[in-house]
Every structure is written in structure tokens, then in C-alpha cells.
């Protein structure tokens, strides 16, 4: 198990379900036990006392329960598929099985590296940093609008420091949710007070020893002592650079996650797989991908006279300002979209997408239960019509006249 | 089989609804409420994949 993070964990507990009796070793790069991600952009940086990390697993049930052999700070080198040998550091170990979970690393821009003051957000120590940061800063220029930068912003305004986001595409969320809805949710960044300006890039970072401004490609000057880059993340796959192993967008798996090496398996940000309810290869980025890869990987990998393929329908959430987003499906490409509860300039919607003559998406602020219940409709591969009419019956027996369905297309 | 909901730590993302409708539903104030509080052996390994899934690591699964 090379990869000491979310997909990892999963898929040791899933192999030993399972049933598999052999030795494991987990090799992490990162110096600390898996730890949980999502609340490093969240409490880790609101809270009024530095907060622990979340641990993935209690390090006694990994070590006595599990029985593995645990190697921290130990990055994978180099692969040997014909071999069965993996490297970590200067060592080789063979193995059986192998599953990667290798995970990604944050884009940056030019210039990041010489200043103080302009970090990305991964790690552990990337979040104390930033928290710690925010002690002091008064002025965040976050660079990309997406859900970590969107999340920073929204902690550092709650920790009163004045924000403004820079966004190079002409609205924020595009892919995820599309043009409509990228529109509203960066409604919710005017009215907690964080400035976005889109359709703009940053050109460079201002400042001597420590950042002082942000230049934007327009020429505007934005004073900034902090700033969070939030553009994307790419995956660790340089080190299978001539293992042979097919890599594309990622390390590129079959439908029960096998990558082109036999007995070698990939899981979570790492990893692109053809999605059976997309029926399209895709990468995605995802708390759930993680974790049900890593399982799936696990599973696939303890018993791979068995292995099943992997389908999900993508699900993933991101707190703004104290408020659930929710997006489960995929808005890409919607011939439609359509608010079924709640409010649209309000604290609480939820609109549907359409493809063809499926439900395709559902996108929610603040509506958590109905969520779950769209998550299986999803599932489902629910009509359109189907679902329209499960959104009226909640409609109809919600006493709440902002529930009413409305047509946005 | 006994669950127990860490409410403090629910969040209500209902991947435990998903896993074992029969015993957890979300409800309409966002944290998970237990349909039943003796589920039937029957429904140990959906429980179990709940209790594994949960993503605030919610749910404690005793006896």
C-alpha cells in the first residue's frame, strides 16, 4: 500500500475484510499517521485553539488489529511491474499486490517559491502554516475560486481578515456546477463580504522577502500579506515514469481499478478509471472517490479471481460560510437546470440538472436531507420525469411557499 | 448490535442512509436518526459498511 492518506487506509481495512491473511505494509510519504484532509480548509484554520489532526484510523488498530507494518515518511521511488518490486526511498520491497494511492500535489504559480506568505493548502503543515498566518494577516488574496480556495476564504473571513478571490475563468465552478450556478454560490461569497474578481489572471506577486501585492494581468495591484493558491492539483505519478505502467490524466486503472500491471491497483486523486454511470474515463478529486476507491481497490486486490468494477455516482460537499454545498451527479453538459426547494438568492435551495431525459445532478445548500434521497434517485439512474415528480410530492407536502418549482433553464 | 450516533460529530451527509436505509435516515435538522435500535443480524454487514463509511466517523457499532 503505497500512499499513507485516505484511499489507503480504505483499502487495507477492505483487504482485511475480505479475508487476506498476508503481511501488509503502508508507506506514506507525509511524516504523520493518515489523517483526515477536509477539516484542514475548515476548523483546523477557525478554531480558537490549534485543533489535532483527525486521525483515519486509531494507530492501535492499524499496527495490532490490522497488522500492518506502518512506514512514515517514506515516498515511493520507482515501480517494477515484471519484478513485483516497488521502491521506497533507497529500498526495494517486493509485494504481491500493490495498490497506489499516491495522491497529488497542489499547482502553483511562478514566483510562489521566493516569497513568504504565498502557500498552497494539502498538508498538515500547509494548514498550521496558513493558520497561524492568519493570526496576523489581515489581507488574503486566495488565487482560484474553486472549493479548498473558496473554503479558505470563508475561514479567514470568519477569522476577520479581509479576503478577495482572483478567478482566471470568467465565473467560478464552471465544471462542477456550470455557468448558472457557479453564478449563485459566488453569491455567497458577496454576502459574507469576500470580494471575487473573475475573468482575470494573476501576473505575478509583488514584494521583498515576504509578498506585498498581487498584479493582476490587467495591470490592478491588490495588496495581499497572505496569499492561498488554490488551482488545481496535479497527480504523483513521476515516480512511475518508466515503470511502464500506462499513465494518462493520472495513473490510468480498468473498471475494478487494475492498473495495466497486473496485481497493481490505484485508488483515489491519483487515479482515472472509466466510470460505469458516466461511461466516461474520468480523475476525480473527491473525500467519497478516496474512500470508496480505496476500498474497491482493496477488495479488487485481496481477491482478484472476484474483483468487481468500480461505479459511483460522484458525490462530494464544501462548507461556506457555516453552509453546506452539496453536488452529487454530473452538472457537466446539463441540457437543464431547475430549482425545487428553497430559494435561489436565499440560505437554502436545491436545483436539479437534466441530461436528456435523466435526472443527471442535484445541487443543495442547506438541504442535506433531501440530498440523500437524490443521491439515490441518482443511483437509481431516475428518470427526469420521475424525479420531477418526487421534487413536487416534497414540494407539495413541504409547508414552505419558497418551495415551489420554478423554471431556470 | 447497538449503534451509537455521535451527534456532535454528524454532519447528516446520510452515506449511512445510502448503506442501510433501513436504519438511518437523515432527518429534515441534518443529523442521522436510527429507524430502529435493534437491527436484525441480517442487516450487520450494511450496518458495518455504515459505521466504515461514515465520513465524520460518526457511528460506533457495539456488541
Not at chain 1, 526495494?92 to 498552497?120: D, E
Not at chain 1, 486523486?269 to 467519497?288: I, K
Request: proline residues 6%; contains cysteine; aromatic residues 6%.
Amino acid at each position: 500500500m503505497v500512499g499513507g492518506s485516505l484511499a489507503g487506509v480504505r483499502a487495507i481495512e477492505s483487504a482485511r475484510r475480505e479475508g487476506f491473511t498476508g503481511r501488509i505494509t503502508l508507506a506514506g510519504a507525509e511524516e504523520h499517521l493518515p489523517y483526515d484532509r477536509p477539516p484542514l480548509s475548515k476548523e483546523f484554520l477557525t478554531a480558537d485553539e490549534l485543533p489535532p489532526p483527525v486521525p483515519l484510523c486509531d494507530p492501535a488498530t492499524l499496527r495490532e488489529r490490522l497488522h500492518v507494518d506502518v512506514r512514515l515518511g517514506v515516498a515511493a521511488t520507482a515501480l517494477d511491474p515484471a519484478g513485483h518490486t516497488v521502491w521506497l526511498g533507497p529500498d526495494p520491497l517486493p509485494y504481491t499486490r500493490l495498490v497506489v494511492a499516491t495522491g497529488a500535489t497542489p499547482r502553483t504559480l511562478p514566483g510562489a517559491n521566493s516569497l513568504a506568505g504565498v502557500c498552497t493548502l494539502r498538508t498538515l503543515e500547509d494548514a498550521r502554516h496558513i493558520r497561524a498566518a492568519l493570526g496576523t494577516s489581515t489581507r488574503l488574496v486566495v488565487v482560484g475560486a474553486g472549493f479548498i480556495g473558496s473554503e479558505v476564504a470563508s475561514s479567514a473571513r470568519q477569522r476577520g481578515a479581509s479576503v478577495t478571490i482572483i478567478e482566471a475563468l470568467p465565473g467560478p465552478l464552471r465544471q462542477p456546477v456550470g455557468e448558472e450556478m457557479g453564478g449563485v454560490l459566488s453569491g455567497l461569497h458577496a454576502r459574507h463580504g469576500t470580494e471575487l474578481r473573475c475573468g482575470v489572471a494573476v501576473e505575478h506577486f509583488e514584494g521583498s522577502g515576504r509578498v506585498e501585492a498581487v498584479r493582476l494581468a490587467d495591470g490592478t495591484r491588490i495588496e495581499a500579506d497572505l496569499v492561498v493558491v488554490g488551482i488545481g492539483v496535479t497527480p504523483n505519478t513521476g515516480w512511475l515514469a518508466g515503470s511502464g505502467i500506462a499513465l494518462g490524466d493520472g495513473v490510468e486503472c480498468d473498471e475494478t481499478l487494475q492498473t495495466s500491471a497486473p496485481g497493481v491497483y490505484a485508488a483515489g486523486d491519483v487515479a482515472s478509471w472509466p466510470n460505469p454511470v458516466a461511461g466516461a474515463r474520468m480523475r476525480l478529486e473527491h473525500w467519497t472517490i478516496a474512500a470508496e476507491q480505496g476500498g474497491a481497490a482493496g477488495r479488487n486486490a485481496a481477491d482478484p479471481a472476484g474483483a468487481r468494477p468500480y461505479a459511483t455516482v460522484p458525490y462530494f460537499w464544501s462548507d461556506w460560510y457555516g453552509k453546506r454545498i452539496q453536488l452529487a451527479g454530473i452538472a457537466a453538459n446539463a441540457d437543464e437546470v431547475t430549482t425545487v426547494a428553497g430559494n435561489l438568492d436565499g440560505d437554502s435551495f436545491l436545483v436539479l440538472y437534466r441530461w436528456r431525459d435523466r435526472l443527471a445532478a442535484a445541487l443543495g445548500l442547506e438541504q442535506r436531507a433531501q440530498m440523500v434521497r437524490y443521491r439515490l434517485l441518482l443511483s437509481k439512474n431516475t428518470s427526469w420525469s420521475d424525479a420531477m415528480d418526487y421534487a413536487r410530492s416534497r414540494a407539495a407536502a413541504t409547508p414552505d411557499p419558497a418551495a415551489a418549482a420554478t423554471h431556470a433553464t | 448490535m447497538r449503534i451509537n450516533v455521535d451527534t456532535a460529530r454528524c454532519s447528516g451527509h446520510g452515506v449511512c442512509q445510502l448503506a442501510a436505509p433501513e436504519v438511518f435516515e437523515v432527518g429534515d435538522d441534518s443529523v442521522v436518526h436510527l429507524l430502529t435500535d435493534h437491527p436484525g443480524d441480517e442487516l450487520r454487514s450494511a450496518v458495518e459498511d455504515a459505521v466504515a463509511e461514515c465520513p465524520e466517523q460518526a457511528l460506533r457499532l457495539e456488541g
